[in-house]
T-cell receptor, first 114, second 112 residues
Framework: GAGVSQSPRYKVAKRGQDVALRCDPI?????LFWYQQALGQGPEFLTY????????KSGLPSDRFFAERPEGSVSTLKIQRTQQEDSAVYLC????????????FGSGTRLTVV | DQQVKQNSPSLSVQEGRISILNCDYT??????FLWYKKYPAEGPTFLIS?????DKNEDGRFTVFLNKSAKHLSLHIVPSQPGDSAVYFC???????????FGQGTRLTINP
């Protein structure tokens, strides 16, 4: 596609519910990133894939957060047993290079845990 | 610890004047810096970047200055236009790394 596509755009989850957030990167982009942006803050790194390999997951806040990219294209960020502090905008970004070149962000998924 | 700081949450500038957004960092391992612009309900979009081997980079109305000794960078927009009203994020990257460390953002409002 023309840009990085994320779905759903908005998600309301009850505390304790599991959620799955989807990211469709730009076609052919090798690198894929997930960031979490809390209200009034800048984006914070969660995890990074190069093709299907998860090369860095140092930013995942707990073992309730899990990301995958099984075929090196679409990625899913899963949050189990959601808590109120998980409320944030989750941004996905992709890049066509393996070396750093900056990346293109999607519009994000706004998750609200009630 | 906040490695990248934008100490001004907001800035208001008159149309046609210069907008100056500031950013400070603490980690001397950062070697590449970027500015992103964000409109409501959209993802951040890349604006301009600078490598640590330079002290200035210019692109049209946008110029980024880097002062390594002070660990400070700034974004200058001149002349400012109403469409420049957005939240601006400063970001930094350590050498060899892929992830970016972002500041908290500065909301710029251009008044007609």
């Amino acid at each position: 596609g023309a840009g990085v596509s994320q779905s759903p755009r908005y998600k309301v989850a009850k505390r304790g519910q599991d959620v799955a957030l989807r990211c469709d990167p730009i076609s052919g982009h090798v690198s894929l990133f997930w960031y979490q942006q809390a209200l009034g803050q800048g984006p914070e790194f969660l995890t990074y894939f190069q093709n299907e390999a998860q090369l860095d997951k140092s930013g995942l806040p707990s073992d309730r957060f899990f990301a995958e990219r099984p075929e090196g294209s679409v990625s899913t960020l899963k949050i189990q047993r959601t808590q109120q502090e998980d409320s944030a905008v989750y941004l996905c970004a992709s890049s066509y290079r393996t070396t750093f070149y900056g990346y293109t962000f999607g519009s994000g998924t706004r998750l609200t845990v009630v | 610890d906040q490695q990248v700081k934008q100490n001004s949450p907001s800035l208001s500038v008159q149309e046609g004047r210069i907008s100056i957004l500031n950013c400070d960092y603490t980690n001397s391992m950062f070697d590449y810096f970027l500015w992103y612009k964000k409109y409501p309900a959209e993802g951040p979009t890349f604006l301009i970047s600078i490598s640590s081997i330079k002290d200035k980079n210019e692109d049209g109305r946008f110029t980024v200055f880097l002062n390594k000794s002070a660990k400070h960078l700034s974004l200058h927009i001149v002349p400012s236009q109403p469409g420049d009203s957005a939240v601006y994020f400063c970001a930094a990257r350590k050498q060899g790394a892929q992830k970016l460390v972002f500041g908290q953002g500065t909301r710029l409002t251009i008044n007609p």
